[in-house]
């Protein structure tokens, strides 16, 4: 008998230190900064995964500042795209290397614990998009 607890026990912690590929962590990313008019930047967010429709909307963080006004677009192919739509004096101002995060809502960070810990955490509605980098802008 000893021995069947043993093994339960085993295949249990076995069991639950595997990750679930259905409970993943969706991945985002910069695809691409572009010049929309001369007084408008954009930048667009990507996944492989449609990003999701519901009640909040999809902010984007350049450090400590924040966007919402975007354009959200899922073709149907799987492929989810937002278009984040920045005043170019923003864009100007923001410093090069500045961290850049996508979130689901809007983020309430916890007393000593950052942006960026928080992105790290699989639960929650936000994800680390690298650094600004402003070679990317496209005319």
């Not at 902010?59 to 400590?64: E, K, Q, R, S, V």
Request: glycine share 8%; aromatic share 8%.
């Amino acid at each position: 008998m000893k021995h069947i607890i043993v093994l339960l026990i085993a295949m249990l912690s076995l069991i639950s230190t595997q990750e679930v590929k259905g409970q993943e962590k969706q991945k985002a990313r910069i695809s691409s900064i572009s010049h929309k008019e001369k007084e408008t930047v954009v930048i667009t967010v990507s996944s492989k995964r449609d990003f999701y429709v519901g009640n909040n909307v999809y902010m984007l963080y350049i450090g400590n500042s924040r966007y919402e006004l975007s354009e959200q677009v899922n073709d149907g192919d799987g492929t989810g795209i937002i278009h984040f739509f920045l005043p170019v004096q923003d864009f100007e101002k923001a410093e090069n290397g500045t961290p850049m995060y996508l979130s689901y809502g809007e983020l309430e960070v916890p007393d000593g614990m950052t942006v960026e810990a928080l992105c790290r955490e699989n639960f929650c509605p936000c994800w680390s998009l690298g650094k600004l980098n402003k070679k990317m802008l496209k005319p």
